[in-house]
């Protein structure tokens, strides 16, 4: 019997990493296409995002009744527990992290393009290092890897720094060719949004951090990461 309720246990362990495993591949593909559809404006790609955002709502969903199931049913301690509730809280931060690449495919369609928004050319480059965050805190969640977190929250200085140059770039434009303003604002948003993901990658990875190894991240990079408090 024990034996048995182990195995079953160490299933539903592995359906919870799958689920997360599957919640955040898709949002990674979300960003991917949403910035596709922004820079090739292809509207029907957009729409298809913007939809594809329910699959990730309704593996949200999936955990949340997973998790309750297994907390009444098995009520885990120490390890598990972090990594259940690590688990519970990372599917809320990717369901996000999806809603962020939606926003951005919903104002494909607002932006009229007439001529070409110098500063667009470098969101793509912004969103290949968020993207590359949220794959490898998956990566990180799936291995246990603590390192790999703490690599992931050092990244988010490089979005911050995209995003503060895109911010200039884009008021600059603003001023210069008064025409493009509702454009250029769209575009802003777009880059806030790969901003809030890479915050939302590093909210993930602290939690990789905390399920990994029982203490809290206190400090985010500054050059060189701080950890400490032990497990309560």
């Known amino acids: 019997m024990v034996e048995h309720t182990v195995k079953s246990f160490e299933n539903e362990i592995s359906q919870l990493r799958g689920l997360i495993a599957e919640m955040g591949g898709l949002a990674e593909v979300a960003i991917r296409d949403a910035i596709d559809a922004l820079v090739q404006r292809d509207e029907d790609k957009a729409r298809i995002t913007v939809t594809n955002d329910a699959r990730i709502d309704a593996l949200e969903a999936e955990v949340d009744r997973l998790v309750v199931r297994i907390i009444a049913l098995r009520a ?4 598990d527990l972090r990594e259940v509730i690590a688990a519970l809280k990372i599917s809320g931060v990717i369901e996000r992290i999806g809603d962020y690449a939606k926003n951005i495919a919903k104002r494909v369609t607002s932006i ?6 110098e500063p667009l050319t470098l969101i793509p480059a912004m969103a290949e290092i968020v993207q ?4 490898d805190v998956l990566n990180a969640y799936g291995a246990r890897d603590a390192q790999l977190a703490v ?12 995003y503060d140059s895109i911010f200039r770039n ?9 025409a493009t303003i509702s454009d ?4 802003l948003f777009v880059a806030r949004n790969l901003e809030r993901v890479g915050d939302h990658s590093t909210n993930v990875a ?3 951090y905390f399920a990994a ?3 809290y991240c206190t400090e985010r990079d500054k050059g060189d990461a701080t950890f400490a408090g032990k497990e309560r």
Not at 112 to 117: A, D, L
Not at 184 to 187: G, R, V
């Open 112 to 117: 009229e393009r007439k001529g070409q928004i």
């Open 184 to 187: 250029a604002a769209q575009l």
């Open 132 to 135: 590359g965050m949220v794959r």
């Open 213 to 215: 190894t029982g203490e």
């Open 170 to 178: 884009l008021v600059s434009h603003m001023m210069e060719n008064p």
């Open 206 to 208: 602290e939690m990789v």
């Open 76 to 79: 885990p301690m120490a390890d």
């Open 151 to 162: 690599e992931v929250i050092r990244r988010d200085d490089k979005v911050d720094n995209f």
